[in-house]
């Protein structure tokens, strides 16, 4: 029976998971705001709802109104996609108290995975290999660095709550550690309402190991596989691709991460999409992160090399449809994946570039996927996440999907706002970077700014030399 399905999001992950719920002929309905009136999500949207409100506090984040559009459209289920509510287990126990389905699991296990202390309590607990650090919240910075000393420096100051790289410092002894804490404490408090702190040891040159898993209502929970998510800059990916390089061909320990993953789901019975996060140390030791109760923004690659729609299937899910799949056999593993985030930021700095997209074109090669939420005279706003765009592509081996993401670089383009597809080209060319050899501190070692603020410049030349021409031949 078809359901009136609100997408409770904006952007590509809106887009997504419209075109999720019309393949499975159910009704998508989305939001437009004051501050978003042309939302480029809408073309794929059955019906549009307006959200009253300018700032993300009044339209997206504002449970209250939701709830009333919820009542007033008579929906029967809600996909929150990632970020705004999508691990807010208010949200969800209101949904659920007022009969509607959200598209995600249960709030009790949002609750649990969404406090790093309960999270890594549940994971000792389950036999999940944790990083040393205190077990809960600590108290103050006399007890943090207690803790440190015992575990040994460097150590990881991080927000109890949150993610996206946002409340967490690294210090290399007990002075940075004391200089650290309370503006830690501050961006915790200020990014997440929670100024708690957790300190950890921190592993030296770590990969971002994480592992997708997908689990029905009846106790069955998947794995998807791995990803490999360790190119990023101010700890938030930009880069990622399936499976791990790092982890290669050692097919024991893929099957170990990955089962390690389907065991914390099932410590908190999981029912839908999900993702593990690991780090894994030099050695391949591998350690339990957090886990995110949503869809990721990197879940295109799984589907790539897996062939398996998560987004449809999460949804099937939650409305009581069974899975596209019987049993973890059925999940096979084929050829390689890449996804590059197109971010509307300086190339150079790295930092976010609001602006209006003039003009784009796409000359790509065969096998591109390009999830993308904007359109030529598209104003990209200071209130939102800079990420417009994701980049994917297969190839039959990591080689060849490398030489495809080279392309596809080179064949996009972008008029009237700065963005890091020079900073990818980069990436992409460089030694270490094709040879598998990278962790989290790759971008720091390889220090790509020069080299794309040389590309930006030589670029600006071209372009003002033929703008130049143009005007002499007119005289």
Not at 103 to 119: L, Q, V
Not at 217 to 226: A, P, S, T
């Amino acid at each position: 029976m078809s359901k009136r399905i609100l997408i409770c999001n904006r952007g590509e992950i809106a887009i997504r998971v419209a075109k999720a719920i019309r393949e499975l002929g159910h009704i998508a309905v989305g939001f437009y705001t004051d501050n978003e009136k042309e939302a480029p999500h809408l073309e794929y949207c059955h019906e549009w709802v307006h959200l009253q409100g300018q700032s993300n506090s009044e339209t997206y984040l504002n449970i209250e109104q939701i709830l009333n559009v919820i009542k007033t459209h008579e929906i029967d289920a809600v996909h929150p996609g990632y970020g705004f509510l999508s691990e807010n287990t208010q949200f969800a126990a209101a949904l659920a108290k007022a009969g509607v389905t959200f598209i995600g699991p249960h709030a009790d296990a949002i609750e649990k995975m969404g406090d790093k202390a309960i999270s890594k309590q549940m994971a000792k607990e389950a036999g999940v290999p944790v990083v040393p650090g205190s077990t809960g919240e600590i108290a103050n910075a006399e007890e943090a660095k207690k803790i440190a000393q015992e575990i040994g420096y460097p150590v990881l100051l991080k927000a109890v709550a949150g993610g996206g790289g946002k409340g967490m410092r690294t210090c290399a002894d007990e002075k940075e550690l004391e200089k650290n804490f309370e503006p830690v404490q501050r961006e915790a408090r200020s990014s997440f309402g929670n100024p708690g702190l957790l300190v950890e040891k921190f592993i030296v040159n770590p990969h971002h190991i994480e592992v997708q898993i997908i689990a029905d209502n009846k106790g069955n929970i998947f794995h998807c596989f791995e990803r490999e998510c360790s190119v990023q800059r101010r700890h938030q990916k930009i880069v990622e691709e399936a499976p791990s390089p790092f982890i290669g061909e050692d097919e024991e320990l893929r099957k170990n991460i990955c089962e390690t993953a389907v065991r914390l789901a099932a410590a908190v019975n999981y029912n839908s999409a999900g993702t593990v996060e690991f780090i894994m140390g030099e050695d391949k030791n591998f350690y339990f992160l957090e886990m995110n109760t949503r869809i990721q923004v990197e879940h295109p690659i799984t589907e790539e090399i897996t062939g398996i729609d998560l987004v449809a299937n999460m949804i099937k899910v939650a409305v009581g449809e069974p899975l596209d799949f019987e049993k973890q056999e059925d999940i096979k593993r084929n050829g390689h994946s890449i996804e590059c985030r197109i971010c509307a930021e300086d190339p150079v700095s790295m930092l976010p570039a609001p602006g209006i997209v003039q003009a784009f074109e796409t000359t790509f090669p065969q096998g591109v996927r390009f999830d993308y939420c904007f359109y030529p005279s598209f104003e990209v706003k200071p209130d939102f996440d800079p990420m417009i765009g994701k980049l994917i592509v297969r190839g039959s081996s990591r080689e060849v999907a490398i030489r495809k993401m080279r392309s596809a670089l080179e064949g996009l383009e972008m008029d009237g706002i700065k963005t890091n597809i020079k900073l990818h080209e980069i990436i992409i060319n460089e030694p270490n970077f094709v040879a598998g050899k990278y962790s989290t501190n790759y971008i720091a070692t390889i220090q790509p700014q020069n080299e794309v603020e040389k590309l930006v410049r030589e670029e600006d030349l071209y372009l003002k030399a033929i703008s130049y021409e143009a005007y002499r031949m007119r005289e």
